[in-house]
């Protein structure tokens, strides 16, 4: 179930369904991951990641005019996905990331087996962070599924 073609089924392999063309994208650890991006993650929580996807990339074909997520990652020891977007985090960008979230919902929902999800949506900032007022910015992002983490996605966020 989930381990096409004799893989083993890592949290993000065993989500996707087998005809799916994201198989193919699927990287080990942090594989899918730009550099700068996996400098977003601490680095004790890096190895706990047994796959990841750029699905920004992946699901760009017939989306390429719609916002799209950047990744999804598969946490080994809870066996779980969740999804990663790295950007700038300042007021006007809140109703982007909540409308990539909404896209990446959409354009997944072919390639997720029954009964698979993502666990958790996570924001991570690139450069300075920016909200003008900083305890709407989380409450707003929390109601729309989404945690903002800062500079640095921990091990702490996971739990």
Request: hydrophobic share 40%; proline share 2%.
């Amino acid at each position: 179930m989930g381990a096409s073609k004799g893989r083993k089924a890592t949290p993000v392999r065993a989500a996707l369904v087998d005809n799916s063309h994201l198989l193919n994208l699927i990287q080990e650890g942090l594989g899918a991951l730009k550099s700068s991006d996996k400098a977003l993650i601490a680095a004790e929580l890096k190895s706990a990641f047994l796959d990841s996807i750029d699905i920004d990339t992946g699901l760009r074909a017939g989306h390429d005019q719609e916002n799209r997520w950047d990744y999804l990652l598969g946490h080994g020891a809870r066996e779980v996905v969740v999804a990663l977007e790295t950007h700038a985090a300042r007021q006007g960008e809140i109703r982007t990331i909540i409308r990539k979230r909404r896209a990446a919902l959409e354009q997944l929902r072919p390639h997720l087996r029954a009964g698979s999800k993502i666990t958790a949506w996570f924001w991570v900032a690139t450069g300075s962070v920016r909200f003008a007022d900083t305890e709407k910015a989380p409450r707003i992002l929390d109601q729309n599924g989404i945690t903002f983490v800062d500079r640095c996605l921990k091990g702490a966020h996971l739990r």
